[in-house]
C-alpha cells in the first residue's frame, strides 16, 4: 500500500510539476513577449473607434433582454423584435466592416450604428 501511494504521489508531481502562481506581476516597461498592448493593434496610431464599448452595450442589451423576458417585463413578442433589432445593429455593423476593408469604422458610422441601438423599447 505504500508503495502504491509513493508511486501516485510520485506520478502526481511528475505530471504537474511544482507550479506555483506568480505572486507579483510582471513590472518592466515592455509587455512580454507575445502579449499585446492595450489599444488597437489595426491602427498604430492609438487613436481608437472604442469599438469593444459598442459591442459590449449590444451584448448587455441582449442580456437586458432576455431577463425582461424572464422576470415578465416584456413579452415575447417585444423581445423578438428587440433581438431582430439588435441583429440588424450587428449586420450593419459587419456591413460597415466590410465597406472600409478593416475593423475599424468611422465616427458617423458608430453615430448611426448608436442610433439604431437606442430604438429598442425604454426598459432595455
Known amino acids: 500500500m505504500k508503495r502504491l501511494l509513493m508511486f501516485a ?6 505530471g504537474t510539476g511544482w507550479v506555483w ?4 506581476p510582471l513590472t518592466s ?13 489595426a491602427n498604430p ?5 472604442n469599438m469593444h464599448g459598442f459591442q459590449m452595450e449590444v451584448r448587455l ?3 437586458q433582454i432576455q431577463k425582461d423576458l424572464k422576470t415578465g417585463k416584456i413579452t415575447s413578442s417585444q423581445s423578438k423584435a428587440a ?10 455593423e459587419l456591413d460597415y466592416f466590410k465597406q472600409n ?5 468611422s465616427s458617423a ?3 448611426q450604428l448608436e442610433q439604431m441601438l437606442n430604438q429598442n423599447p425604454g426598459s432595455i
Open 101 to 105: 476593408g478593416n475593423r475599424e469604422i
Open 21 to 24: 502562481a506568480q505572486s507579483n
Open 109 to 111: 458610422q458608430k453615430a
Open 45 to 49: 496610431s492609438g487613436t481608437s473607434s
Open 61 to 63: 442589451q441582449m442580456r
Open 83 to 92: 433581438m431582430l433589432n439588435l441583429k440588424n445593429v450587428r449586420l450593419q
Open 9 to 14: 504521489a510520485s506520478i502526481y508531481f511528475a
Open 29 to 41: 516597461g515592455k509587455p512580454a513577449h507575445g502579449v499585446q498592448t492595450q489599444g488597437n493593434t
